[in-house]
T-cell receptor, first 114, second 114 residues
Framework: EAGVAQSPRYKIIEKRQSVAFWCNPI?????LYWYQQILGQGPKLLIQ????????DSQLPKDRFSAERLKGVDSTLKIQPAKLEDSAVYLC????????????FGPGTRLTVL | KQEVTQIPAALSVPEGENLVLNCSFT??????LQWFRQDPGKGLTSLLL?????REQTSGRLNASLDKSSGRSTLYIAASQPGDSATYLC?????????????FGKGTLLTMNP
């Protein structure tokens, strides 16, 4: 069974630029999550989708971050414009049905904002 | 608001020793608790999941216990090996309003000494 795929693995941009990350969850998983992990911290949930609907985006900085999950499969997370404090690893995870199911994580995208 | 604390932040032990990692959480109304492993530059791998009604779970050399009433969990690693070097993250699933959320601790960085 293929795991959660993410791309790119690494990205370096300058502040005020925009960037997008892509995630392909495990086939058949209805729920998809984006987490932000700052160095030395645990992952923090940014947004959760169930199929193509948003379940929770309470910690997403909506003035600069956006995410979509068209057709309920792949998802894209965008930052525009980026700030220095956005430097982090962005992890995508998926679970079969609901958030109480085991979550499977992708390898993450390491973003550096200069 | 659920908060998860892990002690110690870092641990260095000789190979072959048994060791214990600690996790505490502030809100005992959890659905389940998970221990994850994170290797440098990689995503999270689920090690053990304990349902709120359970006291412990075992997988190979790993044993996780849960004392929900006191808000504590421990991860016991028996006969540690060089390949056990990684960051170990504790996370709890608890209700965040209309949704269940995974809240992580900051992790314990485990380094094995030859």
């Amino acid at each position: 069974e293929a795991g959660v795929a993410q791309s790119p693995r690494y990205k370096i941009i300058e502040k005020r630029q925009s960037v997008a990350f892509w995630c392909n969850p495990i086939s058949g998983h209805a729920t998809l999550y984006w987490y932000q992990q700052i160095l030395g911290q645990g992952p923090k949930l940014l947004i959760q989708f169930q199929n193509n609907g948003v379940v929770d985006d309470s910690q997403l900085p909506k003035d600069r971050f956006s995410a979509e999950r068209l057709k309920g499969v792949d998802s894209t997370l965008k930052i525009q414009p980026a700030k220095l404090e956005d430097s982090a690893v962005y992890l995508c995870a998926s679970s079969l049905l609901v958030s109480t199911d085991t979550q499977y994580f992708g390898p993450g995208t390491r973003l550096t904002v200069l | 608001k659920q908060e998860v604390t892990q002690i110690p932040a870092a641990l260095s032990v000789p190979e072959g020793e048994n060791l214990v990692l600690n996790c505490s959480f502030t809100d005992s109304a959890i659905y389940n608790l998970q221990w994850f492993r994170q290797d440098p530059g990689k995503g999270l791998t689920s090690l053990l999941l304990i349902q709120s009604s359970q006291r412990e779970q075992t997988s190979g050399r790993l044993n996780a216990s849960l004392d929900k009433s006191s808000g504590r969990s421990t991860l016991y690693i028996a006969a540690s090996q060089p390949g056990d070097s990684a960051t170990y993250l504790c996370a709890v699933i608890s209700s965040g309003g209309s949704n269940y959320k995974l809240t992580f601790g900051k992790g314990t960085l485990l380094t094995m000494n030859p």
